[in-house]
Nanobody
Framework: VQLQACGGGLVQAGGFLRLSCAAS????????MGWFRQAPGKEREFVAA????????YYTDSVKERFTISRDNAKNTVHLQMNSLKPEDTATYFC?????????????????WGQGTLVTVSS
């Protein structure tokens, strides 16, 4: 599976962005998909994940009620809608895929990674 993330940019606090991740391959719906982020000097952290069918979603506490993960299996894409952005959301965001059938919250739980897209939130 090859992943290509896009949609990052510069936004003011309180604004919104929508990240997208396009996946190659014909078995996209078999993969749990996740979004992670990594700020400069910090470890990569879990943001959100979604099951293969899209029926189950998972979020880290700091983004609940602000971010929404979704997927379109017909288009092999996963999205992260980010609302009410805060300066602390500034990071490079990565999409990832896992064939393990669980929504892992650590990077080790994912087999495939996109290249990352930078999100900068100004105060």
């Amino acid at each position: 599976v090859q992943l290509q993330a896009c949609g990052g940019g510069l936004v003011q606090a309180g604004g919104f962005l929508r990240l997208s991740c396009a996946a190659s391959g014909r078995t996209f719906s078999r993969y749990y998909m996740g979004w992670f982020r990594q700020a400069p000097g910090k470890e990569r952290e879990f943001v959100a994940a979604i099951s293969g069918s899209g029926g189950s979603t998972y979020y880290t506490d700091s983004v609940k009620e602000r971010f929404t993960i979704s997927r379109d299996n017909a288009k092999n894409t996963v999205h992260l809608q980010m609302n009410s952005l805060k300066p602390e959301d500034t990071a490079t965001y990565f999409c990832a895929a896992t064939g393990y059938g669980v929504a892992a919250t650590t990077p080790l739980g994912y087999d495939y990674w996109g290249q990352g897209t930078l999100v900068t939130v100004s105060s």
